[in-house]
């Protein structure tokens, strides 16, 4: 059983900067297609990034192009999701997701593990 903690979420002005962790356990990612999902409230979940289990270029969503970024560290089982500029829109709970397989999609289905959530709140 895989599981999955995110950490380094919070309250930050427009245009700062978050890095939330995902540490995960009971496997190593190698076999894991891993991403980040985030849902705002009264809204559907959406995809943020993912990245292949065998990795290769990740996926990002356009909302966040250029702005946030995906990756991992092996050696600490460990994803990444580093967050710049941040607006007011990207208020929300972000999870940590991973899913058996190579290839990754930014859609909220078949994904077989998720975190409990990070909560990430942009406001002046």
């Known amino acids: 059983q895989l599981q999955l903690v995110e950490s380094g979420g ?5 245009g700062a900067s978050l890095r939330l962790s995902c540490v995960v356990s009971g496997s190593t ?3 894991y297609a891993m991403g980040w999902f985030r849902q705002a409230p009264g809204k559907d979940r ?4 993912c990245m292949a289990s065998s990795g290769g270029a990740p996926r990002h969503a356009d909302s966040v192009k250029g702005r946030f970024r995906i990756s991992r560290d ?7 999701l580093q967050m710049d500029d941040l607006q007011p829109e990207d208020t ?9 397989g190579t290839s990754c999609h930014l859609v909220p289905i078949g994904w ?7 909560q990430v709140t942009v406001s002046s």
């Open 29 to 31: 990612l190698d076999s």
């Open 74 to 80: 092996r050696a600490k089982n460990t994803v990444y």
């Open 112 to 118: 077989d593990y998720w975190g409990q959530g990070t």
């Open 92 to 100: 929300a709970d972000y999870y940590c997701v991973a899913r058996r």
């Open 46 to 49: 959406e995809g943020v990034a």
């Open 10 to 14: 919070g309250l930050v002005q427009p």
